[in-house]
């Protein structure tokens, strides 16, 4: 069974960084992207920044040039650096992975269970 943990969460003020890791843990034959996705009071949930497996990045435009996608294939894990971050940033943030269980299998969505990004003006 595949299993996503994130942590880092918490609550900071305007301007302030936070660091946000996820590690994939179970029976994981590949992983394609890794990534993270973020949900408002409100609002449906978004794409804040994906990185694939070949080093491809993209990040949705109102976190670039503010957070930072990083992954390490061989630890199966992915990390989001948000500086400067504002209120409108606050959201419980998932991480996501698209990856095959075994050699027979499809890749497939996988969700970690969110980590609450409060952000104080």
């Known amino acids: 069974q595949v299993r996503l943990e994130e942590s880092g969460g918490g609550l900071v003020q305007a301007g302030g960084s936070l660091r946000l890791s996820c590690a994939a843990s179970g029976s994981i034959f590949s992983i394609n992207a890794m990534g993270w996705y973020r949900r408002a009071p409100g609002k449906q949930r978004e794409l804040v920044a994906t990185?694939?497996?070949?080093?491809?990045?993209s990040y949705a435009d109102s976190v670039k040039g503010r957070f930072t996608i990083s992954r390490d294939n061989a630890k199966n894990t992915v990390s989001l650096q948000m500086n400067s971050l504002k209120p409108e940033d606050t959201a419980v943030y998932y991480c996501?992975?698209?990856?095959?269980?075994?050699?027979?299998?499809?890749?497939?969505?996988?969700w970690g269970q969110g980590t609450q990004v409060t952000v104080s003006s």
């Open positions: 990185i694939y497996s070949g080093g491809r990045i």
């Open positions: 996501n992975a698209d990856l095959r269980p075994t050699m027979r299998s499809v890749f497939s969505d996988y």
